[in-house]
């Protein structure tokens, strides 16, 4: 092919991606403002936003994207049907952290502002103008630069999914070109890889630096002078305080309840823990009644007995690499942070490498390495880690000098090093890593783990898991294929069975995630920020 | 005999070619306090961070003993404004990091750092972190850290600055104890204070910076043994002297 059709080819394509991303983004931009600053002023609504955005941000919702996909076509056909499915599933990607930014940013606000505001009787309208969205705006824009690197994943993923249906297709995208052009030759899907990255890159300089300056243009001269080695910012205790009030969704209850000044009407460390048995006691009381519900039903406990080996094979699959990541992420940041001390030079190609989504190499990797279990293996690795790397990298930047200080003045190294300093220090930010990379890889399993071509072949596919499972299932959805018997060695499926199928999957999805949250994250979230803040 | 010496020391920051500090000399000799004060801004900090040997200087150079520092030294400790207790050990973990160059068993690390922690007043608080502390009782980790490799010299950046004005008081009597006793390693403070009476209540020696690029105004010493009665006469005199000498540099 022409070399400069190629490229207007791709270019066009990017720009039909970027559309669904700028849409979807100015979606997300609303709704947080509106529904972050509700749950800030109103204590009422803040009970119950927070923690169903809490649990709304871990949910892996790419899993779901079969289902929204047999949704919004069912409802919206053609064209606006499938865009309206990936403009969605975008959304749900970057709205939940723009929420819990805006509503940080209101609830610190200093209590001057609104005495001020309500001293000169602004109405709402004046209120929103000129307090609550200049407020608002650099943790606005802060998260919306975090939310596009997720979203510019979960787009890819969706156009490359939608192939795999292919009356469903969305016909222009990055993600389908990278699916195409993987069959017609390395150079072809090297260009879009390099076009792909130069819109990622433009998007950052052109679009977010000057939003970035200008949201925080009254902030500039404070943020600009080099701190001495003191003041609040610098000190360990902030640092801290910043770097955990960073951490991700999950924490977010906990988050809150902390170090939060003016929140007086938020329970006492003493009704906290007598929330949390309730908590725990209503968590236990569900999943009793599903185990009950599912031990009654045959068809459920048959279509179980599909789901529950498949997640505990992507399971395994996903921690496994997500140790594998550690053990690169670890040395590699302790390296960047502690010994060549250059980690702010390299924290803007991270963020450039986290916001270029993994599954843009997935065609190549499908290609050549074949086995579907070693596919599964690098598109995982590849979908977390950066995540961990990212965000060890931005918990540390802020790390205070005294810390360096002290490791110089009372001369510690080697091992001690190691153990009192390195590890310790990054521990905050491996948590919020570890949560998002791993959210990341359930997100990727969707094509992972089953992945066919742009004429609906299979190109490679894993055992069993859980993605597997939710493919197959939006397949049987639509056309009752019989795929189920030469997959699983099961009957063929009616269509409502094979959504019944998704159902269980994805529920199957969101009680392991919602246990996982309690049982490990929110633990350790606790005892570290006891330790760290107090 | 002369602890620590400053010949002409001068520094600029390269970045920002910021001239902080022009020719810088004194001397803290064996068993002297010596307080440097100065307006906000002028370098203190950097300053004491250039005798630590965390930073070098631009030109000049600093000696201890008779040897030029181009190091951290076990010999010369730290304390630091913020306490700097990483919030991640045990209080008796962050002692022992005192005693990273010691080449004593780990045993006897936990051993003396135990000590330590007990003579400042801390027993019982061994295994807690630092966040379940009062700012007093940071600082006093903060001091058992810098004391634990039995340093000779002591610097101290606005160490008790804070703190509320009666545990500050407390931690001043236990630093001039440690001075004086002559079976404490101790035996030459530096320390950055904004506080002038306090720095007249410690210092044999206050010495009073310029603004930046700072140099050396005045250098005051003040006699008379430890505790000092702040409602004498005399103890008034050497407020107001620093204060003139303060003022004249606000005023240019
Ligand atoms: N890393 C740096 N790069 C450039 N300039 C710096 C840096 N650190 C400090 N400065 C500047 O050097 C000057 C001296 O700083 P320093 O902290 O030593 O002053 P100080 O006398 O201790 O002030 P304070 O009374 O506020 O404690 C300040 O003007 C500061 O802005
Ligand atoms: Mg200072």
New binding site residues.
Partial sequence: MDFFALILQLILDASASWIRMFIALGISIVISIAVGIYAAVSPRAERVILPVVDILQTVPILAFFPFALYIFVVFLPGFIGINAAVIFLIVTSMVWNIIFGVYESIKTLPKEFLELSDLYQFDRMERLKSIYIPAALPRIVEQSILSWSIGLFYLVTSEIFSIGISQDQVRWGIGVAFATLVYQGASQYVTAIVVFICFVVATRFLFFRPLEKYSVRYMRQQAR??????GYERTVIGWVSRNISRAPSVLTSNRILKGRKHVSHLPTPKTRHDLRMLYYAGLAAIMLLLIYVFATNRMLLELESVVFPAIIASFVRIWFAFAVMLAIAIPLSVYLIFMSRQSSKYMIVFQIAASIPATILLPAIAVTLKSGELVAFAVFLLSGIWYVIFSVMASTRTLPQSVFEVKKIFGVKGRSAWSNIYIKAIVPGLITGAVTGIAAEWNASIVAEYFTNASGNLVSSVGTGLGKVLDLSLVTCKSGASCWTAQYGLPALSGSQGLMLMGVALLNLVVMIILINTLVWKRMYRKVSKIYMG | MNMITLEKVSFL?E??K?E?MDSISFVARKGEFVCIV??????????LRIIAGLIPPSSGRVLFANHEITEPNRKISFVFQDFALLPWLTNVENVKIGLSRSDISDEAKDKKASELLDRFGLSGFEDYYPNALSGGMKQRVGIARSVASDPQVLLM??PFSSLDELTATSLRSDIVYMLENKNISVNSVIM?T?NVEEAVELADKVIVLSD?PSHVKKIINISGERPRDKRSGQFAAYMDEIYAALAKDIEQ
Avoid: M, R, W, Y
């Fill in positions: 002078v080099p701190q001495p080695a003191q | 920051f970045n920002t910021l902080i100065g307006p906000s801004g002028c370098g203190k900090s950097t300053l950046d606005e950055v904004h930046k």
